[in-house]
């Protein structure tokens, strides 16, 4: 079951990840926030660029999986 998740990260042409990690706030350090205080913009933007994987809080991902 793992090899699956992870096949499903990894693209299947070049074998890379573009992974973008916006779970910084989760860690209360407010130099890491610079950026991306607005969520639903910055993940708007980081979409346009097509990563493989955004990585969120549990607490992020059901208010900003629609976007």
């Known amino acids: 079951m793992k ?7 990894f693209n ?3 074998r ?3 992974d973008v990690a916006l779970d910084h706030g989760f ?3 407010p130099s890491f926030l610079a950026g991306i205080e607005n969520l639903p913009a910055a993940i708007r933007t980081l979409v346009d ?3 493989d994987a955004i990585q969120l809080t ?4 059901p208010h900003l999986q629609a976007l």
């Open 3 to 9: 090899t699956a998740r992870l096949h499903r990260l």
């Open 12 to 14: 299947p042409r070049s």
């Open 16 to 18: 890379r990840c573009f």
């Open 27 to 29: 860690f209360n350090e």
């Open 49 to 51: 660029a097509a990563p």
């Open 58 to 61: 549990v607490g992020q991902a």
